[in-house]
């Protein structure tokens, strides 16, 4: 290894705080905390990395370590299996490797890459149909138990079946393998109906194979049978030291601590062999228990006595920490015991401790543990390889990361789905949305689907940055590779296809979820029924809507009619009927579905459809209620049929009391119609008839009048709405506003007023406002006076402030200003009529560094002038 790399892995190990702090800083200008992972589209500082060519230094780092990893391989052993795994596995014997095949050879590959089951079947596969070779009891019980530990019993099961039929007892001790191989699939009533066999025709199991058999009925709970087979391997002289341990196991799984203890001792007393395998199962029985003060005693206790390897114990005590969440014990022990005692624990030990230490970010400790391993010269397996990436992606230095797990491949490691999920996130959130999507393709290729909460991030970026096919590539992916992405995200990219215009992708990608048998939210369907009803898609939008309903969604009332508004305006009444005939044989002669057709028919322009299915109601003895002549109303009103929704007023008169709903949409809709006499005619009448009307009807006749610069109508409405005892509404004081700065009209028709109308305290402060936004008054008020004065007449919203600022504007800029900060300050954020017309403001009166200024804030925000 070169001397530099050495020198700056070892200054990064051996000072942990400054690798977290400082280091990052150091190495990379650009460097960033976890905390710091925001998304590139809401934090527009965040410029995106790119990784493709990383410094000297993170190359150095990055060298080292792999130099490391490299040590845990047999190159000889790797090209075997790349070859096993290429489409010519087959071809082995060509390789120039010396290959001999025997017992010891095929023990050693399997064990090599246990950690890769497929890899293992095939060598074992390979192997066993060599003409020079047979697998014997050893190598079968080396797969059996690998294939046990992957929990493959299935696969267990299928191999023992197939060694069942070709039946080499003649090369091999056939009941033997059966009885072990289905005691480790865990088939133990097979696996002793076998023993009995043995036993009957005068067979039986030698010193190993009674071992591995005791071993599994102990982790079955196979206790009885247990007694019997140890009787009879200790008649047959096979009592060893393995036997002792499988003893110790029994007993803890049973829960028999003390008799536990008292044959430890005795085996002590009698001078036999007690390895300190034996006292870890008894500290991981009493720990699993929950009884660490006597383990702990325990421990305490033997380290005095001496002439017990603790090691095993040791590391089982310092898991058992792990697992309870005593993060500062567990670490406290190791340091104390590898100082005093110059304990070094096995690498799975290490691996542990290091996963649950990054789990809670506690890098610098990290840091101290792959320091040791290294300098005890322990080889890393795949297990430390992933947490030494998980650890370089969550100190920030990505570059490192990016360069180890590419090199993972080469090193014939394989990164885990957590790994996979870091690099994602960080990815992202450095806003190398590109680098990200590549990785997660890749891990989809090694088998690993990310966790919902990975996807999620990466969709959402995608997204969001509009890398919609890349979005649609990946989704497709997923599903070739025979992974199902969580159905939210599906969810969120029909939507956001949607909202880029691109309807028939999104109806694809549904098309794929109910191949697939997958309910989308009635929110999903919303968004692409309101997409092809701009469109123009009649059928597709038709399609959906029985579609949602089918799957059990009941559409808003907003969007079912805005469905039969869209049918409704196509020149074939077909599609209208037809929907209509589908809705009544789904919910029969629902009266609401009657009046969701007539507000469409009303909407689309097309009364004669509404007076149809109006018609069709009552043909089926459907009696309208008060929404079915409130909607048959307002569709001939909408499409200008005055004199026919005169004539259905007068026939609901007849048929039930005119009440308020029924009053203000005839006022509302005439008005709309540009009909104010009628409109004040029918708000007489009910007047008359003691019904209050509601606030629109005053609201769309003021706004009426002052669309015929008929001002002096308007105020002798507004004086009647005060009269009433109500109060200027927003919309009322906002219109006046408008009106006023275009306008002198405004202030003088309220000057008449007086002269006619007795004027009260409300209008006579309304007239204030109305002769200030005419320059009829000079505005030497403060901005806080002004709207108090306003905030008397109605109530203020954002449309008030923008005509205030819009008024300020002209002559008091640094009012307008003053405005626009304390709208700011009140919480009241601007919209984009707010920033132009202070823009325009600024610009007008030469302050043009300020207007850019605003222009500015104004395009951050998604405005344009």
């Not at 001496?306 to 005593?326: C, D, F, M, T």
């Not at 919910?587 to 609401?592: F, T």
Request: charged share 25%.
């Amino acid at each position: 290894m070169h001397k530099n790399s050495i020198f700056i892995t070892k200054t990064m190990l051996t000072q942990p705080y400054r690798c977290i702090t400082n280091i990052t800083r150091l190495f990379f200008s650009q460097s960033f905390s976890s905390s710091s992972i925001i998304p590139y589209a809401q934090n527009p500082s965040i410029i995106p990395r790119k990784f493709d060519n990383p410094s000297p230094v993170s190359h150095e780092i990055a060298s080292s370590f792999s130099d490391w990893f490299k040590t845990s391989k047999n190159p000889n052993f790797d090209r075997i299996f790349d070859v096993l795994n290429s489409k010519n596995g087959e071809d082995l014997t060509k390789l120039d490797l010396g290959l001999n095949l025997s017992q010891t050879f095929v023990l050693d590959m399997i064990r090599y890459k246990s950690d890769d089951v497929l890899s293992c079947l095939k060598f074992f596969d390979w192997a066993g149909r060599q003409s020079n070779f047979r697998h014997s009891r050893a190598t079968y019980v080396a797969i059996f138990k690998i294939l046990s530990k992957a929990n493959l019993n299935i696969m267990m099961q299928d191999l023992l079946d197939s060694f069942n039929r070709d039946k080499l007892f003649h090369k091999t001790r056939f009941n033997d393998i059966l009885v072990i191989g289905y005691a480790l699939a865990g088939k133990l009533d097979v696996a002793l109906q076998l023993y009995g066999k043995m036993r009957f025709n005068g067979l039986d199991l030698d010193s190993v194979e009674y071992h591995v058999f005791l071993n599994a009925l102990v982790d079955g709970g196979y206790f009885d049978a247990v007694k019997v087979l140890l009787g009879q391997l200790r008649a047959l002289g096979h009592e060893n030291k393995t036997t002792s341990t499988i003893v110790m196991k029994s007993m803890c799984k049973q829960g028999q601590f003390v008799e536990a203890e008292a044959y430890m001792r005795d085996l002590m007393v009698r001078g036999e062999v007690v390895t300190g395998y034996l006292l870890s199962i008894l500290v991981d029985g009493l720990c699993k228990e929950r009884r660490f003060l006597r383990a702990g005693k325990l421990l305490h206790e033997f380290e005095e006595r001496g002439g017990v390897p603790l090691s095993p114990a040791y590391g089982v005590w310092i898991r058992e920490l792990l697992n309870v969440g005593k993060f500062d014990e567990a670490l406290r022990f190791f340091h104390e015991k590898k100082s005093l005692e110059q304990y070094i624990p096995s690498i799975y030990r290490y691996n542990s401790l290091i996963s649950k230490l990054i789990r809670q970010n506690r890098l610098p400790e990290v840091c101290d543990l792959l320091m040791d391993m290294k300098e005890s010269k322990i080889k890393p397996d795949n297990v430390t390889m992933n947490a030494v990436l998980c650890f370089f992606c969550k100190a920030g230095m990505m570059d490192v990361a990016l360069e180890l797990y590419k090199e993972s491949a080469e090193l014939g490691l394989t990164p885990n789905s957590l790994v996979f999920n870091y690099i994602i996130n960080t990815l992202c959130g450095d806003g190398n949305v590109s680098e990200a999507y590549t990785t997660m393709k890749t891990s989809l290729c090694h088998g690993y689907f990310p966790g919902k909460k990975t996807f999620s991030i990466l969709a959402d970026s995608l997204c969001r940055e509009g890398n919609l096919d890349k979005m649609k590539d990946l989704i497709m992916f997923s599903l070739d590779q025979k992974f199902m992405p969580p159905k939210s995200m599906y969810e969120k990219f029909i939507r956001a296809l949607c909202r880029a215009d691109r309807f028939e992708d999104g109806y694809m990608i549904l098309g794929e979820l109910n191949r697939l048998n997958e309910t989308v939210s009635d929110t999903t369907y919303s968004y692409l029924i309101t997409g092809f009803t701009k469109t123009g898609r009649a059928d597709l939008t038709i399609r959906l809507l029985i579609e949602m309903q089918d799957k059990g969604h009941k559409p808003e009332r907003r969007l079912f009619k805005s469905v039969i508004r869209h049918v409704c305006e196509m020149e074939d009444d077909k599609y209208f009927l037809q929907l209509l005939e589908l809705q009544l044989s789904r919910s029969g002669h629902d009266v609401h579905i009657y009046n969701y057709f007539i507000y469409g028919a009303g909407h689309g322009g097309k009364p004669e459809l509404g007076r149809e299915v109006f018609k069709m109601m009552q043909k089926y003895g459907i009696f309208p209620n008060l929404a079915s002549d409130v909607v048959m109303l307002q569709c001939l009103l909408k499409s200008d049929r005055i004199d026919d929704a005169m004539e259905f007023f007068v026939d609901i008169s007849r048929r039930r009391s005119l009440g308020r709903k029924l009053y203000s949409s005839m006022v509302i809709g005439l008005c709309r119609a540009g009909k104010a006499d009628f409109a004040v005619a029918i708000l007489r009448d009910a007047k008359k008839n003691g019904q209050n009307v509601s606030m629109q009807c005053y609201e769309d006749l003021v706004k009426l009048y002052c669309s015929e610069n008929n001002f002096d109508a308007a105020i002798r409405t507004i004086n009647d709405l005060e009269k009433s005892g109500r109060k200027i509404s927003s919309f009322i004081g906002n219109s006046l506003l408008f009106y006023s700065l275009h306008t002198g009209d405004v202030y003088r028709a309220w000057r008449r007023s007086r002269d006619v109308l007795k004027e009260t305290p409300a209008t006579s402060t309304l007239g204030r406002v109305i002769a200030a936004f005419s320059d009829q008054i000079m505005m030497d008020s403060k901005v806080e006076e002004l709207e108090e004065i306003i905030s008397k007449c109605f109530p203020i919203d954002l449309y008030t402030y923008n005509m205030l600022l819009r008024k300020l504007s002209m002559d008091h800029i640094d009012k307008a200003c003053q405005l626009f900060n304390r709208m700011r300050q009140k919480g009241i954020e601007p919209n984009r009529w707010t920033y132009d017309i202070l823009c325009h403001g600024l610009y007008k009166h030469g302050r043009f560094a300020a207007g850019q200024q605003c222009a500015a804030e104004m395009q951050r925000r998604g405005y344009f002038l």
